[in-house]
């Protein structure tokens, strides 16, 4: 069963480079796409991008600028940089893969989610 | 504001029905497939629908999608006190070039 678990720093200061990992165990990170959702403190989830395992991309047009996403088949981790941070970008951040037998975006493995916030 | 609008909260008794509304526009809903999502207090969202009804491996059939024009329609049957939890319905929207969310229904099992 595919599983999916996030790492990285649960505090960032402002101006700064959020960067997580999203680790890939009991299936294959080939063949998929890999996204990136947030969602603020008791607010929407917001949808960041994602990545073809084969590095192909596409981000929310509103991040576009300061966010990247990148695949380690060699590792089956996937990972998230978003730079130039302010509290705004204040989260808890989920890794989730895109559903392959859906004709279109959905999302049918999820991480446990990693709570970001940007402080001083 | 959400580009799709749900109502913050429905509530029902247990063993009743209940439906929770997602509403979009020609960009969105229109043109595009509604998934659902499940999300426990404290715990990541679940996938509970895909393109528009269908449901995933082990999701049971208490758990219907449907689609009309610009809206899509979440129900649930047989309602239990586990199924309190808040439901997300997103899609892609075709004129903002990303995958939207709703704002989420609050489902309160009496």
């Known amino acids: 069963q595919v599983q999916l678990q996030e790492s990285g720093p649960g505090l960032v200061k402002p101006s700064e480079t959020l960067s997580l990992t999203c680790t890939v165990s009991g299936g294959s990170i080939s063949d998929y796409y890999w996204s990136w959702i947030r969602q603020p403190p008791g607010t929407r989830l917001e949808w960041i991008g994602y990545?073809?395992?084969?590095?192909?991309?596409n981000y929310n047009p509103s991040l576009k600028s300061r966010v990247s996403i990148s695949v380690d088949t060699s590792k089956s981790q996937f990972s998230l940089r978003l730079s130039s941070v302010n509290a705004a970008d204040t989260a808890v951040y989920y890794c989730?893969?895109?559903?392959?037998?859906?004709?279109?975006?959905?999302?049918?493995?999820w991480g446990q989610g990693t709570m970001v916030t940007v402080s001083s | 504001q959400s580009v799709l609008t749900q109502p913050p909260s429905v509530s029902a008794a247990p063993g009743q029905k209940v439906t929770i509304s997602c509403s979009g526009s020609s960009s969105n809903i229109g043109n595009n497939y509604v998934s659902w999502y499940q999300q426990l207090p404290g715990t990541a969202p679940k996938l509970l629908i895909y393109d528009n009804n269908e449901r995933p491996s082990g999701i049971p059939d208490r758990f219907s999608g449907s689609k009309s024009g610009t809206s899509a329609t979440l129900g649930i049957t047989g309602l239990q006190t586990g199924d309190e939890a808040d439901y997300y319905c997103?899609?892609?929207?075709?004129?903002?070039?990303?995958?939207?969310f709703g704002g989420g229904t609050k489902l309160t099992v009496l």
């Open positions: 990545s073809y395992y084969s590095g192909s991309t």
């Open positions: 989730a893969r895109r559903c392959s037998a859906c004709l279109h975006d959905a999302f049918d493995i």
């Open positions: 997103g899609t892609w929207d075709s004129s903002l070039n990303i995958l939207v």
